[in-house]
């Protein structure tokens, strides 16, 4: 069985320039999240979804983050324009619910100049 | 809100010693312990996870770890570690309402 898969690996842009990131979740997850993990920390949540409702954005910086899961399944993670302090690993992950592990993706690592 | 702390920011051992790397967690109600093990470059991965029953939980590649609700802890054991465990470990909890909290990781090092 596929695991969460994320696109692309790495990416490197100009400061001020936009940026996507894209994940597909484990199939049957019905859970979505996204998290940014910068250096030497812990993994922070960006933004969750049940199916296609976004129930936690509250971390999400939304004057130039953006997210959306169309039909409840893949998901794509916008920036708008990039800052150099957006350099970081972006994270997704999908599980079944309440009580359950999250599974992860290989992470996005992304880096602004 | 809930909080984990991860006593320990860096953990050097020689190989083949034990090991325990330490976790807090804060909450007044049930949690969901987790454990993940992250390598270099990698994503994170599940080690172990308690969700009910026996206190002491065992994982993957020989480590384990007790639940302790008087104390609100959940440390990581392992009796030999191997070179191949070098890796940054995090601790998680979460709750029912399916939020995952991560605390800011131990760096294990593991000196042939």
Redo the contacts between chains.
Sequence with gaps: EAGVVQSPRYKIIEKKQPVAFWCNPISGHNTLYWYRQNLGQGPELLIRYENEEAVDDSQLPKDRFSAERLKGVDSTLKIQPAELGDSAVYLCASNLGQGTEAFFGQGTRLTVV | AQS?TQLDSQVPVFEEAPVELRCNYSSSVSV?L?W?VQYP??????LL?Y?SGSTLVKGINGFEAEFNKSQTSFHLRKPSVHISDTAEY?C?V???????Y????TSLTVIP
């Excluded at chain 2, 470059?41 to 599940?46: A, I, M, T």
Aim: net charge positive.
């Design positions: 984990v969901y987790f993940y470059n990698q994503g994170l991965q599940l996870k969700l995090f998680a979460t709750r029912n309402n399916n939020q995952f991560f605390g800011t990781g």
